[in-house]
């Protein structure tokens, strides 16, 4: 590596040209998720070090989650993305390794329907028609003529349901509706498996056990927002037939069928026809040391740990707060989590017109700097700019809190 002139060593990134930012937008996969906490990188770094059977280390994986989340098993792919396209391999073909083979086609499969509420539609629910299902939208998004009262109901969803459904895509969030125990009550009745994607919806570390408790037969977290882990990583947890057809269409399977001896607990050999091929998720693999990094980030991710992370965001927030007093064309707003220990989010509102400036333009303005600055942009279109307290420290809210001040030309 290269020294510069005062004499401090490069850093990894800078070494390779590219220059770490301050994130005050969240957990977002674009800039880098979150920072690992040192136990975690320890335990990757020893992990990195020695060669396990992944089967073995996934059944290891599969009981961890398993008791974090309630469910029966578990497993660690490259995302929630990843453990959603799965969750729907799994869904659609079951133990049937002829199926599992032919995936992503689904012409001979007897289910390769997902059922999803159109307001539940959204920019990753590419993830299920990746493992080759079709979405079946149902429900109205009425949004514009002021008269639609009623969000999508249980009978629309059941009215869909057919011999080719596979499966009923649920997105979560407080407010999600229909509310995920009646879709999962008359989901059971129909004998039709429901799939959460929850990516987003920790912290708090409750609701790791949430989806599950309220009846989803698969729940898919990210393992690099709020836990923690490797930014590579998504926790699919669920029921153990399920996770079991997940394992033999993500694991290298260039195995001798009779010379394999999967863990009992992962996989039913004796349920198989044979060993599948590589299947349709063997590109959703996580690596040795990021399961382990991913299981360490998630025995510390507990209420105990979220409490003070909320406390110390609260006083990060408030510190910018009272920084920006007397910058006259802002006001600031409080957007608090509906979970209990969720994130919570400064708005700063601009007066567009007297500061001269669009939230767009400020937002772009922090980014200019070096180190550049990324604020929430969800609100840009209504003059409002988000602080996201989860990667910001004392010394990266002091330096967003002075740029912001000199973009805004705040009085001194
Ligand atoms: C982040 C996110 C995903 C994707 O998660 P990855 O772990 O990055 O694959 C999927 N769905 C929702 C709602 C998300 O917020």
């Known amino acids: 590596m290269t020294l510069p002139k005062e004499g401090r060593k490069l850093g990894i990134y800078e070494s390779l040209g590219v220059s770490p930012v301050i994130n005050a937008a969240g957990t977002l996969t674009r800039l880098g998720g979150t920072v690992m906490r040192p136990e975690v990188r320890d335990a990757m770094s020893e992990a990195a070090g020695s060669l396990v059977p992944i089967d ?19 497993y660690v792919a490259s995302g929630a993305s990843a453990g959603l396209t799965l969750g729907t391999a799994a869904c659609m073909v079951g133990l049937d390794v002829a199926a599992m083979d032919r995936l992503p086609s689904t012409a001979n ?20 028609r990746a493992a080759g299902a079709t979405l079946v939208e149902v429900g109205m998004s009425d949004r514009y003529t002021g008269v639609g009262v009623r969000e999508t109901e249980i009978w629309e969803i059941e009215a869909a349901i057919t011999e080719r459904t596979a499966a009923i895509a649920y997105t979560a969030s407080p407010t999600s509706f229909p509310a ?36 989803a037969d698969l729940v898919s977290f990210s393992g690099g927002k709020a836990i923690r882990g490797p930014q590579g990583t998504g926790i699919l947890a669920g029921r153990r037939d399920l996770i079991a057809s997940v394992a033999l269409q ?41 399961i382990v990094g991913l299981l360490v980030a998630l025995r510390l991710f507990t209420e105990e740990s979220a409490r003070k992370d909320y406390d110390r965001w609260m006083g990060l927030l408030k510190g910018i707060e009272d920084g920006l007093q007397r910058c006259t ?17 400064l708005e700063i509102q601009l007066d567009e ?27 840009v279109m209504e003059g409002s700019i988000l602080i996201h307290p989860a990667n910001l420290d004392d010394a990266s809210a002091d330096s967003l809190v002075g740029r912001l001040r000199s973009v805004l030309g705040c009085p001194a």
């Open 56 to 74: 073995e280390l996934q059944a290891a994986a599969s009981k961890a989650i398993a008791e974090a989340c309630g469910s029966d098993a578990g």
């Open 109 to 128: 499969n007897g289910r390769n329907e997902v059922i999803i509420c159109r307001p539940h539609r959204n920019s990753y629910d590419h993830a299920y």
């Open 180 to 215: 995920l125990t009646a879709v999962t009550a008359m989901a059971r009745k129909r004998g039709i498996p429901v799939i959460v994607d929850a990516a987003g919806q920790l912290p708090p570390p409750s609701n790791l056990r949430r989806f599950i408790a309220e009846g």
């Open 250 to 290: 993500q694991l290298d399977m260039d195995v001798t069928f009779e010379l394999w001896n999967p863990p009992a607990e992962l996989v039913p050999k004796d349920k198989l026809a044979g060993a599948p091929r590589h299947g349709v998720g063997r590109g959703y693999k996580a690596a040795k040391e990021q």
């Open 329 to 345: 064309h802002a006001k600031t707003a409080w957007l608090l989590p509906k979970y209990a220990l969720g994130f919570p989010l």
């Open 353 to 379: 017109k007297s500061l001269g400036l669009t939230a767009y333009d400020v937002a772009r303005k922090m980014k200019e700097g070096k180190p550049a600055i990324h604020v929430g942009e969800r609100k």
